[in-house]
């Protein structure tokens, strides 16, 4: 396995990072998770993008411009001989002293990982997913944005260790509103009387590139989708409800907090937007 770490691909054992980074002493810089289908990139313009607002949103200059990020992930991607796959592409403050001060530190580092992913086993993107809510609330969008895709996620790690303690894959994370935000890595989606919706960005959330993808193609398809917000009670009393994340791609939920969603099986508008999915990521 090849590495790209600052301009160059190394072997694993030798991409190593200072311990007195800051990226691993505070959490303190950003990433993104990107699924290669077929050799290529899926939607890498919108994850740089993503990637340069995150680094924006907490003063971090990436030493690289977008399109040499893009020439490195892409020749990462062509040294490792991935088809399919999964970019992990981060960026860290860079080393300096004990102490917060950005203006301490220097050289962040760039580091692109080419390898695999399976957040869930297969059979549970035919069977569907049961989750629980985590009492963990998202953070504060005034206190650290959901929107940054930032190093530091212990408010979804702890979220997610709810779920994985009452034997759920996932867990369904509310804000401080108390309104649907989104899951500890994936956004949510319900189908109500043949209506798409999903909570907005204003919920908390982050601004998903599959929850964009997903939208534009249940569009496509005819169908009625709604950024609106959401409590419990309208994910109960839904017909239909699905998850999309980069890493987990579609996949059906059948169970909240015990009880079974619709018929408790993945529901048919689920099916056809995942198949969608596939077609639009495998052709
Ligand atoms: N919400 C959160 C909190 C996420 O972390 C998504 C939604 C889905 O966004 P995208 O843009 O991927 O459709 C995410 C995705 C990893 C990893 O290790 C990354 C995520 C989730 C789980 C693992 O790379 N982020």
Known sequence: MKIYLNGQLVSKEDATVSVFDHGLLYG?????????????CFLLDEHIERLYESARAIRLEIPIDEQEMEKAINETVAANELTDGYIRLVVTRGSGSLGLDIRRTSDPQVIIIADKISLYPPELYEQGLKIITASTLRNHPQALSPRIKSLNYLNNILAKIEGTDAGCLEALMMNHKGEVAECTGDNIFIVKNGVLRTPSTDAGILDG???RAVI?????????VEEVTLTRHDIYVCDECFLTGSAAE????????????GDGKPGEITKDLKERFVKLTRS
């Open 250 to 261: 579609v996949i059906a939920v059948i169970e909240l907090d015990g009880r079974p969603i």
């Open 209 to 211: 590139i599959t929850r």
């Open 28 to 40: 303190d810089g950003v990433f993104e998770g990107i699924r290669i289908y077929s050799g290529k």
């Open 216 to 224: 534009r193609l249940a569009r496509e398809a005819g169908l009625t």
